[in-house]
C-alpha cells in the first residue's frame, strides 16, 4: 500500500477535527460569558401626604420624573414635584398697633395661608434587600404663598400673595411590592424664604413653614 495514500486521508482527518474543536470552544465561550447588562430608563408618578411636625398641618404631594436604573448599582432619579399646604391662625392687634388692612386696623384677625412648592429634585436610590431600598435627595424652586385675613369682629377681608425660594433634602425607605408599584416613607427638612405679604411682621411670621420637618408616606407607579 502507498505511503502517501495513508497520510494523506489522516492529515485531513485531524485538520478537520481540529477546526471543529476550535469552532464548538468559541460557540462554548459565547454561550458562557453573558453580555454585560444595560441600564434602562423608568418614568414614573407618584403622591404623598405627611405631617409638618412644627405648623401640625397636613402636607401633599405629586411627583412626575424619571429614574435611570443600572442592574446590581444604585439608581438615580430626577422628577418635578407639586406640594400643597394650608396653614390656619390668628393675631389680634392692639391700640398701638397702625395697620394697612382697610377698614379695620386693629382688633382680632383670622389668617389663612394656603403654601404651593414648586420643586425639580434629584433622589439617589441604593438597595438593602431584595425589595428594600434606602434613598436621599435634594430639591429647590419657588413656593406660591397665597394668605387670606378675615376680621373675627367685622365682615372685613383682604388677600395678599408672593412668590419665595423654596429648597429641601429628604431621606426614606422604599419597598418594591412589584416592578410597577412602590411604597415609600421618610423626612423633608424643608428651607423656605419669608414671604412678604402685608408688611406686618405680626402677620408675616406666620404665612411660611421655614425649618419644619415633614413625616411622609407615599406610593410611586412605575411604568
Not at 13 to 39: D, L, R, W
Not at 179 to 208: H, N, P, Q
Request: aromatic share 12%; proline share 4%; with cysteine.
Amino acid at each position: 500500500m502507498n505511503m502517501k495514500n495513508i497520510i494523506l486521508p489522516l492529515a485531513l482527518g485531524m485538520t478537520a477535527t481540529a477546526f471543529a474543536g476550535e469552532s464548538y470552544s468559541a460557540k462554548s465561550a459565547k454561550e458562557v460569558i453573558p453580555p454585560a447588562p444595560e441600564c434602562s430608563l423608568q418614568w414614573f408618578l407618584g403622591a404623598s401626604a405627611g405631617y409638618l411636625t412644627d405648623a401640625d398641618e397636613e402636607m401633599y404631594h405629586l411627583q412626575f420624573g424619571v429614574e435611570k436604573i443600572c442592574p446590581n448599582k444604585c439608581s438615580h432619579a430626577l422628577f418635578l414635584e407639586v406640594g400643597f399646604t394650608e396653614l390656619d391662625d390668628s393675631v389680634d392687634f392692639g391700640p398701638q398697633v397702625t395697620s394697612n388692612l382697610p377698614d379695620q386696623p386693629f382688633g382680632e384677625y383670622d389668617l389663612e395661608t394656603q403654601i404651593v412648592p414648586i420643586t425639580l429634585n434629584y433622589k439617589y436610590e441604593c438597595s438593602l434587600t431584595q425589595n428594600l431600598n434606602w434613598y436621599i435627595g435634594a430639591g429647590a424652586g419657588i413656593a406660591l404663598v397665597d394668605m387670606d385675613i378675615d376680621s373675627v369682629e367685622t365682615s372685613d377681608s383682604e388677600s395678599f400673595d408672593d412668590e419665595v425660594f423654596y429648597a429641601q433634602a429628604f431621606a426614606g425607605l422604599t419597598y418594591n411590592f412589584s416592578e410597577s408599584f412602590e411604597a415609600f416613607g421618610g423626612v423633608r427638612y424643608i428651607y423656605m424664604d419669608d414671604a412678604d405679604l402685608t408688611g406686618l411682621s405680626e402677620i408675616d411670621d406666620k404665612g411660611d413653614i421655614d425649618g419644619d420637618v415633614l413625616v411622609e408616606l407615599g406610593l410611586r407607579y412605575n411604568f
